[in-house]
């Protein structure tokens, strides 16, 4: 039977996917319902059902390591969405230079995670870090701030380096948005006598919502399975603090050697992305809407 064209043109294309994701997504999903360990290949065909997944219900640093992980998706989008916007109105008010600023603007989402990770860790280091340098040769702070090690800073500094990071993400959409907007519904505004936080409040900010959702959208997937720069600068420390999913499900499954287990937490994390990601959808789809 001859194929048509069309599926003869796509057909290399579908077996090079199906390789490299549908094979290893498949047998991934087979080992979660395994007690597969690394270091005993045989127990990859040993099906135990959902027992890894009802055994995670019980597991108390599965679920310290989620909440960890809405909590820290959570701060970071927020603080990045309100950053990313204030950057954004800003360079939008630049007349000279506007080209040079977002050059410069996008120079952080540049770097890899792992380079900002150990940036950031060598900034922070308690002893020959240039952050504590500053405050003991500006403010006079003689103790050195454990940025990296104390429990209730790590998680700090971890966000830091992460909006650090990827502000410039949330700027740059939000500013093709400021400059793809028609200026005569704020010239109307102004006629009516709207000051310049009403014209935000009811002319900006309802069009650039469509540019906020997407760009939510994007960073909530990035930072729900934030590795590189947790396994860098704590890995997990310290004592857990910052342990995130995807530090542990690493953690679990090569250091431990527990790949069923470790592909079971993987699945049950992804749906914490499908949730977002559907949560964020439904929000563009309603600003879509109310701009008609």
Same mark, same amino acid.
């Given at each position: 039977?001859?194929?048509?064209?069309?599926?003869?043109l #796509?057909?290399?294309?579908?077996? *090079?996917?199906?390789? @490299?994701?549908? =094979?290893?997504?498949?047998?991934? !999903?087979?080992? +979660? &319902?395994?007690?597969?360990?690394?270091?005993?290949?045989?127990?990859?065909?040993?099906?135990?059902?959902?027992?890894?997944?009802?055994?995670?219900?019980?597991?108390?640093?599965?679920?310290?390591?989620?909440?960890?992980?809405?909590?820290?998706?959570?701060?970071?989008?927020?603080?990045?969405?309100?950053?990313?916007?204030?950057?954004?109105?800003?360079i939008?008010?630049?007349?000279?230079?506007?080209?040079?600023?977002?050059?410069?603007?996008?120079?952080?989402?540049?770097?890899?995670?792992?380079?900002?990770?150990?940036?950031?860790?060598?900034?922070?280091?308690?002893n020959?870090?240039?952050?504590?340098?500053? #405050?003991?040769?500006?403010?006079? *702070?003689?103790?050195? @701030?454990?940025? =990296?090690?104390?429990?209730?800073? !790590?998680?700090? +500094? &971890?966000?830091?380096?992460?909006?650090?990071?990827?502000?410039?993400?949330?700027?740059?959409?939000?500013?093709?948005?400021?400059?793809?907007?028609?200026?005569?519904?704020?010239?109307?505004?102004?006629?009516?006598?709207?000051?310049?936080?009403?014209?935000?409040?009811?002319?900006?900010?309802?069009?650039?919502?469509?540019?906020?959702?997407?760009?939510?959208?994007?960073?909530?997937?990035?930072?729900?399975?934030a590795?590189?720069?947790?396994?860098?600068?704590?890995?997990?420390?310290?004592?857990?603090?910052?342990?995130?999913l995807?530090?542990?499900?690493?953690?679990?499954?090569?250091?431990?050697?527990?790949?069923?287990?470790?592909?079971?937490?993987?699945?049950?994390?992804?749906?914490?992305?499908?949730?977002?990601?559907?949560?964020?959808?439904?929000?563009?789809?309603?600003?879509?809407?109310?701009?008609?």
């Amino acid at each position: 039977m001859r194929l048509p064209t069309p599926i003869k043109l #796509l057909l290399p294309a579908v077996l *090079v996917l199906s390789f @490299v994701i549908a =094979l290893p997504l498949l047998l991934s !999903a087979w080992s +979660s &319902l395994t007690p597969y360990k690394l270091t005993k290949p045989a127990t990859l065909w040993h099906f135990i059902g959902w027992d890894n997944y009802l055994a995670l219900f019980s597991n108390e640093d599965y679920w310290w390591a989620f909440g960890r992980t809405v909590f820290f998706l959570t701060v970071v989008l927020n603080l990045e969405l309100l950053l990313g916007l204030g950057l954004a109105l800003l360079i939008n008010e630049v007349t000279r230079g506007q080209r040079v600023l977002r050059t410069v603007l996008m120079f952080p989402m540049m770097f890899s995670p792992i380079l900002v990770g150990f940036q950031f860790k060598f900034m922070l280091n308690d002893n020959t870090g240039v952050v504590n340098y500053l #405050l003991h040769q500006w403010f006079g *702070v003689e103790q050195a @701030v454990p940025w =990296l090690v104390d429990a209730s800073l !790590a998680l700090t +500094s &971890l966000a830091v380096a992460e909006i650090w990071n990827s502000t410039s993400v949330f700027a740059i959409l939000l500013l093709a948005g400021l400059m793809a907007m028609p200026k005569d519904p704020l010239e109307a505004a102004k006629v009516d006598g709207c000051n310049a936080w009403q014209s935000f409040r009811h002319v900006t900010l309802p069009f650039l919502m469509p540019f906020i959702w997407i760009a939510m959208t994007i960073r909530s997937l990035d930072i729900g399975r934030a590795f590189d720069i947790v396994k860098i600068m704590t890995n997990g420390g310290p004592g857990g603090r910052t342990e995130l999913l995807w530090t542990l499900l690493a953690r679990v499954g090569y250091e431990d050697a527990r790949m069923g287990v470790a592909n079971a937490m993987g699945y049950v994390a992804i749906l914490l992305s499908i949730g977002f990601t559907i949560h964020f959808f439904n929000k563009l789809q309603t600003a879509r809407e109310h701009l008609g």
